[in-house]
């Protein structure tokens, strides 16, 4: 990992940000650190970051609000939620609005880290692809992906998609008619391997189909391979 690599830090807890600046040090990474919501997202929206990792309580700003600004400026900075509270609610806001991925205090140091190579590995690799590909565009009837600017449109309207539904989109559209596995999907767009999160899978999904598909209990785009997961349609094979 190059010691190049900037992560910003935006938490209150001062106990917090020592501990898990001493461990991304350890592995290379320049720190940056905010303990006020307000500070953070100037910061956020003034320099670049391989990673932010933003507390979802914090003074003058929340994270929530913060995740939601910076995703409205940046779409490619991978976003690391931290949070005290265990409610569902808040671990969904956070994903909606941009978030890559969340963690709940109090955290073991060994899963911080493994998320944040998790993102890391994930980050890099879609930046690789982006190099190398050669289209812009991915056109299914009246679907349409910008790659260049990871925005969506249906019937020339747009479809407001949060990271990680923008990258199932892609992946299932560059890959027509391949069925994957959840564990399969898991891997390949949050970088998890652990069948406890397939549920993560299925949330995300669900959510995607209600953005894309006029009628989600009859998708049209992204069918269920029964007793397996999903795949996106051929062409050809969608009803108009």
Request: proline content about 3%; charged content about 30%.
């Amino acid at each position: 990992m190059k010691k190049s690599k900037t992560v910003l830090i935006i938490e209150d807890d001062p106990s917090i940000v020592e501990l898990v600046s001493i461990h991304l040090m350890d592995l290379g990474f320049h720190i940056e650190s905010e303990s006020k919501g307000s500070g953070g997202l100037v910061k956020a929206l003034r320099y670049e970051y391989d990673l932010i990792i933003l507390d979802l309580m914090l003074p003058e700003l929340d994270g929530l609000e913060i995740c939601k600004k910076i995703r409205a400026h940046n779409t490619a900075t991978p976003i690391l939620m931290l949070t005290a509270k265990s409610e569902e609610l808040d671990k969904v806001l956070g994903l909606e609005l941009g978030a890559d991925d969340y963690i709940t205090k109090p955290f073991s140091i060994r899963e911080f880290i493994a998320r944040v190579k998790a993102i890391i590995r994930r980050a890099s690799v879609a930046r690789e692809r982006e190099g190398v590909k050669k289209e812009d565009f991915l056109q299914y009837g009246k679907l349409t992906i910008d790659l260049d600017r990871r925005t969506v449109t249906l019937e020339k309207k747009f479809v407001d998609l949060t990271t990680k539904e923008f990258d199932l989109l892609v992946l299932f559209a560059r890959n027509p008619g391949r069925a994957f596995s959840r564990k399969q999907l898991l891997d390949l767009v949050w970088g998890y391997q652990f069948e406890g999160y397939l549920h993560r899978v299925n949330t995300h999904i669900n959510r995607l189909r209600s953005k894309i598909e006029k009628d989600p209990a009859n998708p049209q785009f992204i069918k269920t391979v029964w007793g397996y997961g999903y795949r996106f349609v051929e062409l050809g094979e969608k009803s108009s």
